[in-house]
Nanobody
Framework: VQLQASGGGLVQAGGFLSLSCAAS????????VGWFRQAPGKEREFVAT????????YYFGSVKGRFTISRDNAKNAVYLQMNSVKPEDAAVYYC????????????????????WGQGTLVTVSS
C-alpha cells in the first residue's frame, strides 16, 4: 500500500481545512491509519488515529473537539477534518498506516506504523 496525503494549504485562524490520505496498491481496509504532524524545529507529534473499520478513533488532546478523523474504505481514503484551526496547528501533516488484524485497535505512536505518505503543508494565518 502506498499513501498520498493532500489538501494542505493556507487557512485563516478559526477557519477549516480538510486533509485526505489516499491509498493505492493494497487492501486499505486492513490498515489502521494515523495522522501526525511536524512543525518547523519540533518533533513529529500524533494528531489522530482511526481503526480499520472506522469505529474506534483517538485524538491528541489539543485537537480533540476540533479535528475529526474518518475513513471511507470503499474509496481507500482517510480524512482529517480540521475545524477552528489555530496558529499552532501549522505543520506538515503526514498520514501513516499499520497493517492490523484487529478491527478496532488504534495506534498513537509513530513507531507503530509501517507505511508513511509524503506530507502536506498546512499554513495558518492569524
Amino acid at each position: 500500500v502506498q499513501l498520498q496525503a493532500s489538501g494542505g494549504g493556507l487557512v485563516q485562524a478559526g477557519g477549516f481545512l480538510s486533509l485526505s490520505c489516499a491509498a493505492s496498491g493494497g487492501t486499505f481496509s486492513s490498515y489502521a491509519v494515523g495522522w501526525f504532524r511536524q512543525a518547523p524545529g519540533k518533533e513529529r507529534e500524533f494528531v489522530a488515529t482511526i481503526s480499520r473499520n472506522g469505529v474506534s478513533t483517538y485524538y491528541f488532546g489539543s485537537v480533540k473537539g476540533r479535528f475529526t478523523i474518518s475513513r471511507d474504505n470503499a474509496k481507500n481514503a482517510v480524512y482529517l477534518q480540521m475545524n477552528s484551526v489555530k496558529p499552532e496547528d501549522a505543520a506538515v501533516y503526514y498520514c501513516a498506516a499499520k497493517y492490523v488484524r484487529s478491527y478496532t485497535d488504534v495506534f498513537a505512536r509513530s513507531r507503530s506504523y509501517d507505511l508513511w505518505g509524503q506530507g502536506t503543508l498546512v499554513t495558518v494565518s492569524s
